[in-house]
């Protein structure tokens, strides 16, 4: 590609130029996918929170019930 640097037009080249580097650049894409999955965790805890609640509370009553009392 023929760049072309006259007064008005060399600065926008060097836009276009820094557009077209941050368009690929990949370093933060680590962190948006790491983002993405906590997300659907929260979701799924959302949703589920019932069931649960339900397993650690049948989880903590067998522990009572097993440990005896000192």
Known sequence: MNKVYFKGLGMLNNMMDLIKEKW???EGAGVIELAIIILI???LAIVFKSEIDGILNGILNNLNKNIPSI
């Open 24 to 26: 690929t650049d990949e």
């Open 41 to 43: 965790l929260v979701g």
